[in-house]
């Protein structure tokens, strides 16, 4: 098994994914509410790059929308992209949910070519490992990024679930050197993931947007235990 990292989301191409298992992270903080919401009822998460067709999905099929730019709600959503909001399940029976925001929705996307495409996230980070060994492929670590450079947390994210691989895996993968570095990143904070997503410079700009809890939630090691797919249009467990 070979590992690569990408650091962000646009530096991945075609060539790369094919015939690989991509996981995808935006940990701060769209991967880490798409497995949040899929693991508190709602049955489906359509990820969607454009605002204008976010509404229009959502109004035309009844789906409920969230979204976020610069890391605070759109103005005229009924919900962000705070994995707290979907921690509870389902608002009003709605149970599909349609997401954009600055970077992950557009990450998932991008890794569309892959042979199967996984949300990852340090919530999620034994279970999403777990899913990729068994699929028996070589693994593409897909990092969202922030406004098209290097993001910290998203590293940190894909650290914890390579800690995961190399736990689990019957014989250890060889990885390039973005994602061992991303291993020691993990390993260096493995006993408090919240003190690297603070470290971050995202981390700490939503802690200046009074979004404290979030990261409190973002960094809750193996939380969940599932691996939602991207099916090429949409997500579910």
Not at 13 to 26: P, Q
Not at 140 to 154: I, N, Q, T
Not at 185 to 212: E, I, V
Request: net charge neutral; hydrophobic share 45%.
């Amino acid at each position: 098994m070979n590992i690569k990292l990408f650091p962000v989301a646009s530096a991945v191409s075609a060539d790369a994914l094919s015939g690989a298992t991509a996981i995808v992270f935006d940990v701060l903080r769209a991967t880490s509410t798409i497995v949040t919401a899929l693991s508190s009822g709602y049955r489906r998460v359509y990820p969607v790059v454009n605002v204008n067709e976010a509404m229009q999905m959502a109004r035309e099929r009844g789906f409920c929308l969230a979204g976020e730019r610069g890391g605070q709600k759109i103005t005229g959503f009924p919900l962000g992209n705070s994995p707290l909001e979907f921690s509870t399940g389902p608002v009003a029976g709605a149970d599909i949910l349609v997401l954009t925001t600055s970077n992950g929705t557009a990450a998932i996307r991008s890794a569309a070519a892959a042979e199967k495409v996984l949300t990852g996230s340090i919530i999620n980070a034994r279970a999403v490992a777990r899913a990729a060994i068994y699929e028996g492929r070589n693994i593409v670590l897909v990092c969202a990024g922030s406004g098209g450079l290097y993001s910290l947390d998203d590293i940190l994210g894909a650290g914890f679930v390579l800690m995961e691989i190399v736990a689990a895996a019957d014989t250890a993968p060889a990885m390039d050197d973005q994602a061992l570095a991303a291993l020691c990143l993990a390993r260096y904070y493995k006993q408090d993931p919240l003190a690297g997503l603070m470290d971050s410079n995202h981390g700490k700009k939503l802690l200046g947007l009074g979004l404290k809890n979030d990261l409190y939630w973002c960094a809750r090691l193996n939380l969940y235990d599932t691996a939602p797919i991207f099916q090429g249009n949409y997500i579910e467990n």
